[in-house]
């Protein structure tokens, strides 16, 4: 069965440094990655997935995650932190089969200091 | 906003009372699901309804009773529940079958439920 691995319960970066969540997988077969965002108070919002098309992907607020089958890793990143993305973020893998059994990594909770 | 609509968003019940869930959404998904998330973790499957019928029953204890009326709605039944049940209930949808479009799973903002 597919899991993924967020490494890092919590970070903590400045508005305008460099975000960085970990996250790794394990499966046997290519799965299919999420990001997803929660905000406090929220459902889950989805910002990016991994779909094949391209190792790089594009998300909404400026996120982006770079699929390395080499390392088995799904990182995601965004350039410059804003204050606006302090939240919990989940990395997320569902199987190929067409039962959808997403599972998600245990959540890293982002803060952004002034 | 998302297109997935749940209500109440807030639930405040005894342990011996009987009360539901639901959720509804138009995006013409063939698959719902309800996940249970406790505070400060990760949102934890319990069911998943693919074209109506349960599909995963993730052994989730029968004082929670889906429910499936048609493609678009998903209610949760809540009956003899232990306040160790309260948790934000988290219903998403998404099509079926294989792919990265199709495993996609769109949430609602959650149902928060208290046990007293």
């Known amino acids: 069965a597919q899991s993924v691995t967020q490494l890092g319960s919590h970070v903590s970066v400045s508005e305008g440094a460099l975000v960085l969540l970990r996250c790794n997988y394990s499966?046997?077969?290519?799965?299919?990655l999420f990001w997803y965002v929660q905000y406090p108070n929220q459902g889950l919002q989805l910002l990016l997935k991994y779909t094949s098309a391209a190792t790089l992907v594009k998300g909404i607020n400026g996120f982006e995650a770079e699929f390395k089958k080499s390392e088995t890793s799904f990182h995601l990143t965004k350039p410059s932190a804003h204050m606006s993305d302090a939240a919990e973020y989940f990395c997320a893998v569902s199987g190929t089969s067409n039962n959808n059994d997403m599972r998600f990594g245990a959540g890293t909770r982002l803060t952004v200091k002034p | 906003d998302t297109e997935v609509t749940q209500t109440p968003k807030h639930l405040v019940m005894g342990m011996t009372n009987k009360k539901s869930l639901k959720c509804e959404q138009h995006m013409g998904h063939r698959a719902m699901y309800w996940y249970k998330q406790k505070a400060k973790k990760p949102p934890e499957l319990m069911f998943v309804?693919?074209?109506?019928?349960?599909?995963i029953n993730e052994s989730v204890p029968s004082r929670f009773s889906p429910e499936c009326p048609n493609s678009s709605l998903l209610n949760l039944h809540l009956h003899a529940l232990q306040p160790e049940d309260s948790a934000l209930y988290l219903c998403?949808?998404?099509?079926?079958?294989?792919?990265?479009?199709?495993?996609?799973?769109?949430f609602g903002e959650g149902s928060w439920l208290t046990v007293v």
């Open positions: 499966s046997s077969v290519p799965p299919y």
């Open positions: 309804y693919s074209y109506e019928k349960l599909s």
């Open positions: 998403a949808s998404s099509q079926v079958g294989a792919g990265a479009d199709r495993n996609t799973i769109y």
